[in-house]
């Protein structure tokens, strides 16, 4: 029973991270789905000791990151069409007012529109907040190519917007 408890904590403090994370690298729901489930089926398999909350943290988004990377190379995922999902509205609609939405969805369409990594980097930067740093560690990636990917996407993404 005190382990169920501990599992809900777990979950209430790293499942949004989780499943954004999912959704943007999956780009649908149920892919995100699929990875949120394999992600908490890990963390029960393993039961990792967390040093504190930032581990803990970082544990899940670097598996969750993973878990995505073997989804979208898997046989499944290569002999199947996945069609892209808007779903963002229905997530945002949650706190914010309908003219926010309507710029919060313009901003994802562009997003989207990004390549899987660079994707993802974004997201974390600007929608989970975590540090160049933080990222670069994460994604076993050097400081400067986080910086790069962020400068490359942000382009991308103000000139998808300017087409609008």
């Known amino acids: 029973m005190a382990e169920d408890k501990g599992f809900e904590k777990i979950i209430e403090r790293n ?13 649908n729901r149920f892919d995100a789905d699929d990875v949120y489930q394999e992600v ?9 000791h967390f040093e504190n909350c930032e581990h803990e943290k ?16 898997s046989a499944w995922q290569r002999h199947n069409v996945t069609v892209d999902d808007d779903s963002w509205s229905q997530i945002l609609a949650d706190n914010t007012e309908s003219r926010e939405i309507s ?5 994802m369409d562009a997003l989207m529109q990004l390549d899987d990594d660079t994707r993802l980097i974004m997201q974390m930067y600007y929608y989970e907040g975590y540090s160049v740093k933080e990222i670069s560690i994460m994604t076993q990636l050097k400081e400067t190519s986080v910086y790069m990917r962020l400068s490359r996407g942000r382009k991308k993404m103000g000139r998808i917007l300017s087409e609008r």
């Open 58 to 73: 970082n544990w899940f988004v670097a598996v969750t990151i993973n878990a995505c990377k073997s989804f979208k190379t």
């Open 103 to 107: 710029q919060d969805n313009a901003v």
């Open 40 to 48: 908490l089926l890990r963390y029960l398999k393993y039961r990792p």
């Open 15 to 27: 499942g949004k991270s989780i499943y954004k994370i999912a959704f943007v690298y999956m780009k």
